[in-house]
């Protein structure tokens, strides 16, 4: 695990000393949006069948008054409950039940929202309005079907309450572990002032206020020295523990929701979190950044919970109440700064986790390197199909090498003489993870054209095609200071449970693999769905807005034309971008310069633009380069399955030689004396991997009939 003593100055809140305090009132707001509140309602007025209740039914049977479905709403600052009501009245005349006719409508309560004082904790309905309505839309204030009806539901709507004694008391139970600069007796005094005021009907629900008075504290002017190795251990295993609950808490609830989208809602917002933790953790501050991060992130997460909250009818509302109440708290408390110091602790962190799921037999704090088998199926990973499509997650990488190769990519640190060979079998090894990814994709043929050359282009941008590096005279993964592993720059921690981390490591095949995977879906989930390639751009807008995801997490899809992005990430950006353009170009191989290779011994690998033709237009070529003549030693670094054009037999070198320098196709041409035959000369040309390809580019020889042949026939 990589400690960041040489990056972090961050302060532990601990260390700083107490100058002086002073009383300040801050207000913690209690929410309840409407759906939360539609769940509290009928859990307690309407429980009959199809959320009904019944307000009459006399022994008689003659009279009956059902109200059901109930709709919430806002209206000038009042709560308004709108409700179905079916009601059938009579009289019992000799025995027998004469009824009026049956009436069916809706009743309308207008209401306010009150605190009584001999329940200081408890929000009470109280009923302003009210009155019938026809399904002609008719009002009715009196009559009797009225004046029957008032008898019941007055009474029904005064029952109403919401208790946040529970809220109440576990943030009181909460805030002691995130105050450790205050003394006790300080905490008291706090805790004794809580109180619930001000509550209000908004239009997205309604709304309280805890006050309190808190004491701040002046913050130390004095210079902090960095954190000692024993404080930078301790400051790991709270960041860690910040992003292990804050998994759990994705897990969880993605465990309690059927729907896809809100699903892949958590996911985003983890993976931005993880990706936004990486940021933090870098962050040079006295200040406590990762505290700030995990915060907000917490923030972000309380809206899709309620959301899953409404739609499972198990959970129960105060408890999501009183879990946003304490994200709230803490947010609010955060925003007064070092003066209050406020400090995430572990035992903060499992308290909070309690309020999500109190078994003893789950450690919500763990942070676990390994792969994560609730991850992976929650999010739709399927390793055996290796599956991406816009519908999905799989980020399933492959377990070998791909490349076929005489010496195996793995381990493979290759040499300045070395990187002709190389090169071009990295290459293989990209565009097969790419064709590998997209094996089951949705994407247009131009859209998959974009998505190879996006792959190609995110490993020289971030590794420069290298996987390996010698480090201490010894062969090491290269890796970042942050955890960004391999080829593709895969960051271990934000991928944490996702992927094996040994394998990014130290199998080239399946740190691409899985970086082409996580282009993927990055491309179709967010830079396709959000229609980048419609803006300025077009369809490379597609690789832009990937790569910013990629490099900065899902938040990120328009960073790379958003005119607040930093000059840092956009020059991050173009740099990507201007490599993609080279390989779209067909100069992929000019990799070869942030390798150490100069543009001159380039020769042999780098492609170059040929002079336009009516031919080029309908022939492609696979393989282009300047024009190069090689000996029969090229010939032994190329795979012995890859193909050539064997271009003529000559009964001199200087013959040879000019046919080649009379050739208007640019490329590689092998000129080489044949053993045992003094004066025979051969000539060949190019490289392909398939004989398809070979095939096509023979049609560029329009004066000679080229003879396909495999590099293992020479």
Not at 113 to 142: A, C, F, G, M, W
Not at 391 to 399: D, K, M, Y
Not at 682 to 693: C, L, P, W
Request: charged letters at 20%.
């Amino acid at each position: 695990m990589i400690l960041f003593t040489h990056r972090i100055t961050i302060v532990l809140v601990l260390l700083l000393p107490l100058q002086h305090l002073r009383a300040e009132t801050i207000t913690v707001p209690i929410k309840i949006d409407f759906p939360l509140l539609q769940q509290l309602v009928e859990s307690q007025l309407f429980t009959g069948k199809s959320n009904s209740t019944e307000l009459l039914h006399d022994s008689t049977g003659c009279n009956e008054i059902i109200l059901s479905e109930p709709k919430l709403r806002e209206f000038n600052n009042h709560l308004i409950i709108n409700s179905h009501l079916n009601a059938k009245l009579g009289v019992k005349l000799s025995g027998e039940c004469v009824s009026l006719p049956s009436w069916d409508g809706h009743i309308q309560i207008t209401s306010d929202l009150v605190i009584k004082e001999d329940s200081p904790r408890k929000i009470y309905l109280q009923i302003v309005d009210s009155h019938l309505i026809t399904l002609k839309n008719e009002h009715l204030t009196s009559g009797t079907l009225w004046n029957q009806a008032r008898k019941f539901i007055y009474p029904l709507m005064n029952q109403f309450h919401i208790d946040l004694t529970p809220s109440i008391n576990e943030l009181k139970s909460l805030l002691p572990f995130f105050l450790s600069k205050h003394s006790q007796s300080q905490i008291n005094e706090m805790l004794s002032s809580l109180q619930l005021t001000h509550i209000q009907t908004t239009a997205e629900g309604i709304q309280s206020d805890i006050s309190l008075e808190i004491e701040t504290i002046s913050q130390s002017e004095k210079p902090e020295h960095p954190l000692t190795e024993q404080e930078q251990e301790q400051w790991q295993k709270e960041w860690q523990s910040m992003d292990a609950l804050l998994t759990y808490t994705v897990k969880h609830y993605a465990k309690e929701t059927e729907l896809q989208e809100l699903r892949l809602t958590l996911f985003d917002i983890l993976m931005d979190a993880r990706y936004q933790l990486q940021n933090a953790l870098q962050e040079n501050h006295s200040d406590d950044p990762v505290r700030h991060w995990f915060i907000n992130s917490w923030s972000q997460l309380i809206p899709v919970l309620e959301q899953i909250s409404v739609e499972n009818s198990k959970h129960a509302p105060l408890a999501l109440i009183t879990l946003i109440t304490a994200a709230d708290a803490l947010q609010v408390l955060d925003k007064l700064g070092p003066t209050f110091g406020l400090d995430i602790s572990i035992d903060g962190l499992r308290r909070l986790a309690r309020m999500i799921n109190n078994s003893p037999k789950i450690d919500p704090l763990q942070y676990n390197e390994n792969l994560d088998s609730e991850l992976l199926q929650l999010f739709q990973f399927n390793p055996a199909n290796n599956i991406s499509n816009q519908s999905s997650l799989n980020l399933w990488p492959i377990n070998s090498a791909i490349a076929a190769t005489n010496k195996p990519l793995n381990t493979w640190v290759p040499t300045l003489k070395e990187l002709d060979d190389y090169l071009p079998k990295v290459k293989d090894l990209l565009l097969s993870s790419a064709n590998q990814s997209l094996t089951k994709s949705t994407l247009t043929p131009q859209q998959k054209d974009v998505f190879k050359k996006m792959v190609m282009a995110t490993a020289w941008q971030e590794s420069c095609w290298r996987q390996y590096i010698i480090k201490q005279k010894k062969i090491a993964p290269i890796s970042s200071s942050t955890g960004d592993t391999g080829i593709m720059q895969i960051n271990e921690n934000v991928w944490r449970g996702f992927v094996n981390r040994q394998k990014l490591r130290w199998d080239i095949a399946y740190n691409a693999q899985t970086g082409s995977n996580i282009l993927l879906n990055y491309m179709t989930r967010y830079a396709i769905k959000k229609a980048e390639d419609k803006q300025q751009g077009g369809i490379e807008n597609l690789a832009r807005s990937t790569y910013s995801i990629y490099n900065g997490g899902p938040s990120q899809f328009s960073r790379y034309r958003h005119k607040k992005t930093t000059k840092t990430l956009k020059k991050v950006d173009n740099e990507f971008y201007d490599k993609y353009l080279k390989v779209k170009q067909g100069d992929e191989l000019t990799v070869a310069q942030c390798l150490g290779q100069s543009k001159k011994s380039m020769a042999s690998i780098k492609p170059k633009k040929k002079a336009a033709s009516p031919l080029k237009k309908t022939v492609h070529q696979t393989y282009k380069a300047t024009l190069v003549i090689h000996n029969k030693d090229w010939i032994k670094k190329q795979n012995k399955d890859y193909f050539a054009l064997q271009l003529g037999v000559f009964s001199s070198h200087q013959a040879a030689n000019t046919f080649i320098n009379q050739q208007k196709v640019t490329g590689n041409y092998v000129l080489y004396q044949l053993q045992n035959k003094k004066n025979l000369y051969r000539v060949i040309y190019g490289y392909y991997s398939t004989y398809k390809k070979a095939k096509k580019e023979s049609l560029l020889f329009t004066k000679t009939k080229p003879w396909i042949r495999q590099f293992k026939e020479f």
